[in-house]
């Protein structure tokens, strides 16, 4: 179960017929819509497969309806519960927040700047806070800062920007 990756929180019921309103960790959170089943739990441990009857997207969340799960009581019970999905039914080419998270960086230069501790999503682009143990640096997620992404390396190299 160590290939499946967190996609949502589910944060309240939704409607009558035991609809959930999960908040997307996708973004965006297009692309979900065609999924036909999805892991829930508390955490990836715990978590058990079920059918997806309903999914629509909505801005940052998205609404689901799970096969086996009748009525408000026991929708109810799983709020609070991560919504998880295997890690190979993502597009290819694109970098989550737990494959960023951990990364060293370094400049074109070669000089290390710390490792990246975590990402804080601004709404038009996240920003990666890095740390070097004696400080932070906030280092903008756009694609003429970084250069490169290495995730089996464990390494970002970055184009510092003029002032940082």
Not at 44 to 70: D, M, P, Q, T
Request: aromatic share 6%.
């Amino acid at each position: 179960m160590n290939d499946l990756l967190e996609i949502g929180k589910i944060v309240k019921l939704s409607g009558l017929k035991g609809r959930l309103k999960v908040l997307s960790y996708c973004d965006p959170a297009q692309g979900l819509e065609d999924l036909a089943s999805v892991f829930v739990g508390e955490d990836i441990e715990h978590a058990v497969l079920l059918n997806v009857r309903y999914l629509r997207v909505k801005g940052g969340s998205f609404s689901l309806e799970l096969e086996g799960i009748e009525g408000l009581e026991a929708a109810g019970e799983l709020v609070g519960q991560s919504v998880f999905i295997p890690r190979d039914r993502l597009p290819d080419g694109e970098y989550y927040w737990e494959d960023i998270i951990g990364l060293d960086i370094v400049t074109e230069e070669g000089r290390r700047l710390g490792r990246i501790t975590a990402i804080l999503p601004t709404g038009s682009n996240d920003v990666y806070i890095c740390n070097d143990g004696e400080g932070e640096t906030l280092i903008p997620a756009f694609d003429d800062v970084v250069q490169e992404i290495d995730i089996e390396k464990g390494l970002m190299v970055v184009r510092l920007p003029e002032g940082l």
